[in-house]
């Protein structure tokens, strides 16, 4: 298996423009999780999805972020506007489990994203 | 909220010698995790801990679930060059918590 697969690896995008990162997770697991990673404030749970379904959003940090899950082979996270705060490394990460820990969370390489 | 401290930030150790580190909260965990992360890289998970007291090991690293629940501790034995890298502890209860992790720098 190619493991989690994210794109793009890197995006640099100026200030009020559209960002979409995009995620697909390992064939077969049924939970997707999107991280957001800083020096400041660490490694950060956004939200997760079961069966394609948002099952927690409460770390996403404000309404110019939104992810969705049409099908379970993709995830995508959109912010609009982007703004420099919003500069960190986004990792996607997929389980395969009935439990939401589970000894396969597998994480993807990470999108890190500069928003001049 | 729920925050985690690890301990120590970062640590340069000689090549060979055991690591130690460890995880704590003011907060009750119902599971602990630890993951290693590479430079350019993504978390990836070393061991996971499911009931208060638990002593698990994966090859060199044994980890240990607090008996308060509230913390966690790793260790490494005999470290290698390939050990280098950031050591983060999560915490689950109603949903996930990260520490800020420990750098930990071998020299050989």
């Known amino acids: 298996d190619a493991g989690v697969i994210q794109s793009p690896r890197h995006e640099v995008t100026e200030m009020g423009q559209e960002v979409t990162l995009r995620c697909k997770p390992i064939?077969?697991?049924?939970?997707l999780f999107w991280y957001r990673q800083t020096m400041m404030r660490g490694l950060e749970l956004l939200i997760y999805f079961n069966n394609n379904v948002p099952i927690d959003d409460s770390g996403m940090p404000e309404d110019r972020f939104s992810a969705k899950m049409p099908n379970a082979s993709f995830s995508t996270l959109k912010i609009q506007p982007s703004e420099p705060r919003d500069s960190a490394v986004y990792f996607c990460?997929?389980?395969?489990?009935?439990?939401?820990?589970?000894?396969?969370?597998?994480f993807g390489p990470g999108t890190r994203l500069t928003v001049l | 909220g729920q925050q985690l401290n690890q301990s120590p930030q970062s640590m340069f150790i000689q090549e060979g010698e055991d690591v130690s580190m460890n995880c704590t909260s003011s907060s009750i965990f119902n599971t602990w995790l630890w993951y290693k992360q590479d430079p350019g890289e993504g978390p990836v998970l070393l061991i996971a801990?499911?009931?208060?007291?638990e002593l698990t090991s994966n090859g060199r690293l044994t980890a240990q679930f607090g008996i308060t629940r509230k913390d966690s501790f790793l260790n490494i034995s005999a470290s290698i060059p390939s050990d280098v890298g950031i050591y983060f502890c999560?915490?689950?209860?109603?949903?996930?918590?990260f520490g800020p992790g420990t750098r930990l720098s071998v020299l050989p």
């Open positions: 999560a915490g689950l209860r109603q949903n996930f918590v």
């Open positions: 801990l499911y009931k208060a007291g």
């Open positions: 990460a997929s389980s395969s489990l009935a439990g939401v820990i589970t000894d396969t969370q597998y």
């Open positions: 064939s077969g697991h049924d939970y």
